[in-house]
C-alpha cells in the first residue's frame, strides 16, 4: 500500500445557510437541484479537483445528512473530508471550519456550497494562483460586469457608474493560513462582519487580486436561480473540459466564422468600432460579425466549445453586448484553461462599411480586448458575388493561435 502525501491545501465548505430565500423547507444545501441535492453537486464539483483536505460546514441538526452526502461524493477520497457544524453567522461558520483544519495545511479556499455548478478547473486555478502568489496572497475568482449600471436615488437615476472598474465576485476564495486564521480573529473580537472572505482579509491589510471566474459558478440564492441551475443541468450540454495541453507545450490553431445580414436597429458594431451612419447588422448582441468569428475561433483553438454554448441567447446578459466584453470574456476562458493568445488573423468580406480608413483603429481595439494580443484584420468586396457582394450582409473568417501556459 502506497501512502498518499497530507494535502498542503484545504477547502472550507460553507453549507450553513437556512435558505429563507429560496423559499425552502430544508436548509439551502440540501434542496435537490435534481437527483442532487446543491451541497452535493458542489462536493463533485471538489473532490473532481485536486486532492486537498474538505471541511463541510453544515447547519446544526443536519450533520448527519452533510456526513452521507459527503461520503457519497468523495468516494476513495474519503479520508480527506469531515463535517462541522455552522455558527450563527457565515464568518462564525467559516471560523469553525478553520478550526478544524490539519496541520500541514498551508493553503485555504472558503468555498459556497450555493455555488453548487463551480467547476473543477477553477477551484483548481485559485488553488494554484495562491501557492504561486507569495506570503500573504489573496485570491478570488471574477466575473467582469457586463450590465449597464446607474447610480440611483429613490426612483431617481443620479450618475452611471463605470462599469470597466468593476467585477463580479464569485467563489472559492483562496488565501494563505495563517494570515487569514489571524485577520479571522481580529474579525471576530471586533464584532465586524464582511461581505465576503476577500473584503475580511483585505481589511487586515493583505493584498488580493483576482483571476478570470467561471459563468457555471454563479450563487443559488432564489428560485429563479435554481431553476438556471436545472436548466443547465437537464437541458444544456455538459461543462466542457478543455484537452489537456501538449506537454511539448505546443500551440493550438482554431477556425471560427460569422455572418450578419444587415437589418439591426442603431448604429453599425464591427471590429470593436461604432460606424455612425451605417446600416446595422442584426443578432443577439450587437452583430459584430468580426468579434464573433474572433471569440468562435479562440474557443475552437482552446477546445472549449463554440460562441452559442458561452454567448447564446441562453445568456441573456449579453444581449447588446459589444466586442470588448465577449473578447475580455473569451480571454478570461481562455486563461482559466491554461491557454495564451498568440496571435488572431481575420478576413472580412462585404461591401460596407468601408474598412481600410479604420483598419489600425480596428486592430488596436481588438487587440485591447485580447489583452494586447496581435490583431491583424483583411477586408475584400468579394467583386459583387454572394450575399456579401449582393449587399445583404457581411461574412467574416478567423484563425486563432493559442499557447498553453508554461508547465501545463
Do not use: C
Amino acid at each position: 500500500m502506497t501512502l498518499q502525501p497530507v494535502p498542503d491545501t484545504a477547502i472550507i465548505v460553507v453549507a450553513a445557510g437556512s435558505g429563507t430565500r429560496l423559499g425552502a423547507d430544508a436548509p439551502k444545501a440540501l434542496v435537490g437541484i435534481d437527483e442532487r441535492t446543491i451541497l452535493r453537486h458542489a462536493l463533485d464539483g471538489v473532490f473532481s479537483a485536486a486532492p486537498m483536505q474538505v471541511v463541510v460546514v453544515a447547519p446544526a441538526g443536519y450533520e448527519g445528512v452533510a456526513e452521507t452526502v459527503l461520503h457519497a461524493a468523495a468516494g476513495d477520497r474519503a479520508d480527506l473530508g469531515r463535517v462541522v457544524t455552522g455558527g450563527d453567522t457565515r464568518q462564525g461558520s467559516v471560523a469553525r471550519g478553520l478550526a478544524a483544519l490539519w496541520g500541514d495545511v498551508s493553503t485555504v479556499l472558503v468555498h459556497d456550497a450555493a455555488r453548487a455548478l463551480t467547476p473543477a478547473a477553477l477551484i483548481d486555478a485559485v488553488a494554484r494562483a495562491v501557492r504561486d502568489g507569495g506570503a500573504d496572497a489573496g485570491v478570488i475568482p471574477a466575473l467582469p460586469v457586463v450590465d449597464t449600471l446607474k447610480r440611483v436615488e429613490a426612483a431617481d437615476v443620479v450618475d452611471a457608474v463605470d462599469r470597466s472598474a468593476l467585477a463580479s465576485a464569485q467563489t472559492p476564495q483562496g488565501f494563505r493560513r495563517e494570515p487569514l486564521e489571524a485577520a479571522y480573529a481580529v474579525a471576530l473580537a471586533a464584532g465586524a462582519e464582511y461581505t465576503d472572505d476577500a473584503a475580511l482579509y483585505a481589511a487586515a491589510g493583505h493584498p488580493v487580486r483576482h483571476i478570470p471566474g467561471s459563468e457555471r459558478a454563479f450563487k443559488i440564492t432564489v428560485p429563479a436561480d435554481l431553476e438556471r441551475a436545472r436548466h443547465l443541468l437537464a437541458g444544456a450540454p455538459a461543462a466542457r473540459t478543455p484537452p489537456p495541453p501538449s506537454s511539448s507545450g505546443l500551440p493550438r490553431i482554431g477556425v471560427g466564422t460569422d455572418v450578419h445580414a444587415f437589418g439591426g436597429e442603431g448604429n453599425l458594431w464591427l471590429a470593436g468600432l461604432e460606424w455612425p451612419g451605417e446600416q446595422p447588422l442584426s443578432g443577439h448582441s450587437d452583430g459584430d460579425a468580426v468579434a464573433h468569428a474572433i471569440v468562435d475561433a479562440l474557443l475552437a483553438a482552446a477546445g472549449l466549445g463554440d460562441i452559442g454554448e458561452h454567448f447564446g441567447t441562453a445568456h441573456p446578459e449579453y444581449a447588446g453586448a459589444h466586442a470588448d466584453v465577449f473578447l475580455a470574456r473569451t480571454r478570461e476562458l481562455l486563461g482559466a484553461a491554461g491557454f495564451v493568445i498568440g496571435n488572431v488573423s481575420v478576413q472580412f468580406q462585404g461591401n460596407r462599411p468601408r474598412f481600410s480608413p479604420r483598419r489600425a483603429e480596428a486592430e488596436r481595439a481588438l487587440s485591447a480586448a485580447l489583452g494586447g494580443a496581435p490583431v491583424a484584420v483583411a477586408a475584400t468586396t468579394t467583386d459583387g458575388l454572394g450575399f456579401p457582394g449582393r449587399g445583404e450582409g457581411v461574412a467574416v473568417t478567423a484563425v486563432a493561435l493559442v499557447v498553453p501556459y508554461p508547465g501545463r
